[in-house]
């Protein structure tokens, strides 16, 4: 049953660890849903790394820029690898990815699951994804010397933080509820922090209907564990918003439950999608990786690309499963959870 009017071109990276395998296990639960994606593979990674020494080659990152989404699984050698440097595949590939395509928000959707502390709350984060300690500012002196300095700024542009915001204030806008909540630590950071609350403050001028609120970032961690329910969408910048996310993903039920998109939003070129979580080299190989963040993730595409009812039913069949669940009940292997899911697809 083909929904859509048109085929979609989407690039698969399935990428390290875990990564091809809550892939495969989202493209299959895509196909049930009724979609019909032309997909190409990228070969991209710890391993392509380590046998040819490429990263991400100019040619294939022209070659992304033509199609019309990404679904990504996760890249990263294993932390502490010899064979991999720190930060090679993380800024030459994923980073360089939400750069140069200007994919200028992450939006991490929450949903607490059934038996966790966050169970009938849900919310979104809102994370600046090209600017902040993220961009690259900085540099390393003197190196190996007892005078060696290294120094990692922040860099906080008006620009890149207004457009953040506004899409913040109009994802709020849209949801029942209109809160929305920046997370900063204004009483530290005074430069950053000024622009953004500046910035915060003149963008709601434009969506008085939208409530705000402000928590630094310190304090949002203990009311995100306390009380989940007290948070709609919350905007906040790259590094904050990478740590409060993994924070989230447990208080809602588990990191194998966060979806996010990388997007585009002026859609000039594609948006990617991944789950929040990274490649979990510790379960590998072992059918314990959790795919519904990767589900999750496959939907927020489907919406992208305008497959509205297959995203819909993709993310009602994900919430059935998860409903009725307990928390210290076990979850299947990453096949079983899949083919449930394609079972509950209405
Ligand atoms: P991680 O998210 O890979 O793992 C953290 C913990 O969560 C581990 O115990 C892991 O087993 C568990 N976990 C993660 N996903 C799970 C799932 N789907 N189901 C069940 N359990 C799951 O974080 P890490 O160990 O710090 O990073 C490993 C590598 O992944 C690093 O190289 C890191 O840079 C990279 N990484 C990549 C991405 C990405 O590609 N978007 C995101 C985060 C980390
Ligand atoms: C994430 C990851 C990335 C980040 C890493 C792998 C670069 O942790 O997507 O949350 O820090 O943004
Ligand atoms: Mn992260």
Not at 135 to 158: D, F, Y
Request: glycine share 12%; aromatic share 6%; proline share 5%.
């Amino acid at each position: 049953m083909a929904q859509g009017s048109a085929v979609h071109k989407v690039a698969v990276i399935g990428g390290d660890g875990i990564g091809p395998e809550v892939t495969a296990a989202a493209l299959e639960v895509v196909a049930e849903a009724g979609v019909c994606l032309d997909t190409a593979s990228y070969d991209l990674g710890a391993d392509r790394y380590i046998r040819t020494g490429e990263v991400l080659p100019d040619s294939v990152l022209e070659e992304l820029k033509g199609v019309d989404a990404i679904l990504l699984g996760a890249v990263g050698p294993p932390v502490g690898s010899k064979k991999v440097p720190p930060g090679l595949l993380e800024r030459g590939l994923l980073l360089r990815l939400r750069f140069d395509l200007d994919l200028y928000v992450n939006m991490r959707p929450f949903s607490g699951v059934g038996g966790s502390i966050a169970s009938g709350c849900d919310m979104v984060v809102v994370r600046e994804n090209t600017e902040g300690p993220y961009a690259g500012e900085g540099g390393i002196l003197r190196r190996g010397t007892q005078q060696e300095v290294a120094t990692q700024g922040s860099v906080n542009t008006r620009f890149g933080v207004e457009r953040c915001v506004r899409f913040a204030y109009q994802l709020a806008y849209d949801r029942p509820a209109r809160r929305l909540a920046l997370v900063h630590k204004t009483n530290v950071l005074t430069y950053a922090g000024d622009l953004w609350s500046r910035a915060f403050e003149e963008v709601g001028r434009e969506y008085p209907e939208v409530s705000t609120d402000y928590n630094h970032v310190d304090a949002a961690s203990i009311y995100l564990v306390e009380n989940p329910a007290r948070y709609d969408v919350v905007v906040t910048d790259n590094l904050f918003g990478d740590i409060l996310t993994d924070l989230a993903g447990a208080v809602f039920g588990g990191i194998g439950f966060a979806a996010s998109a990388n997007l585009n939003p002026a859609r000039t070129g594609p948006s990617l999608f991944e789950p929040v979580h990274g490649a979990a080299h510790d379960i590998a190989g072992s059918g314990r990786a959790n795919p519904v963040a990767a589900i999750r993730s496959a939907a927020l595409m489907l919406r992208h690309l305008g497959e509205e009812a297959a995203a819909a039913r993709m993310e009602a069949a994900v919430e059935k499963l998860l409903a009725g669940r307990e928390q210290a009940q076990p979850f299947g292997s990453t096949g079983e959870v899949a083919k449930s899911v394609c079972h509950l697809l209405a």
